[in-house]
């Protein structure tokens, strides 16, 4: 089963992609597809469109088009749940020790990594950045 990921750009900018990269591979997901990418807000807004009507959507979409993030598909038992334990809550200050969040993030908004929540957003999630990929 695959899942979708994207190293932050809080995460790329401070050099913490390949730990990260190194942990999700530590823990059994398998890279099917990367790429690193520079969004455009209009692209951030597009792949956070259900925060649309969310206070934080403004500040949320400048921070994810800020600077280069990674996106990945990844690949494992239980994809979508195993990331989500993996990253940690999204406040940092609530998230687990050892996980994503709780090494590399820096707030509830910089906070390194996105992981899908469900197959629905998984499956539009790999679309909207690897529309040739198989979405397994
Ligand atoms: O699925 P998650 O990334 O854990 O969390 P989410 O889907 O509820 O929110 C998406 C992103 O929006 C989250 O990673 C960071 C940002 N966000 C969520 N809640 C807040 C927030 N940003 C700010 N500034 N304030 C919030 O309360």
Known sequence: MRTFSIVKPDAVAAGNTGAILQSLE???FRLVALRLVRMTKAEAEGFYGV???RPFFSSLTDFMSSGPAVVVALERDDAIRELRRLMGATNPADAAPGTVRARFA?????N???GSDSPESAAFELGYFFPGVELG
Do not use: P
């Open 106 to 110: 820096s707030s509830i908004e910089r």
């Open 112 to 114: 390194a990594i996105h």
């Open 26 to 28: 530590a823990a059994g």
């Open 51 to 53: 925060h649309r009507e």
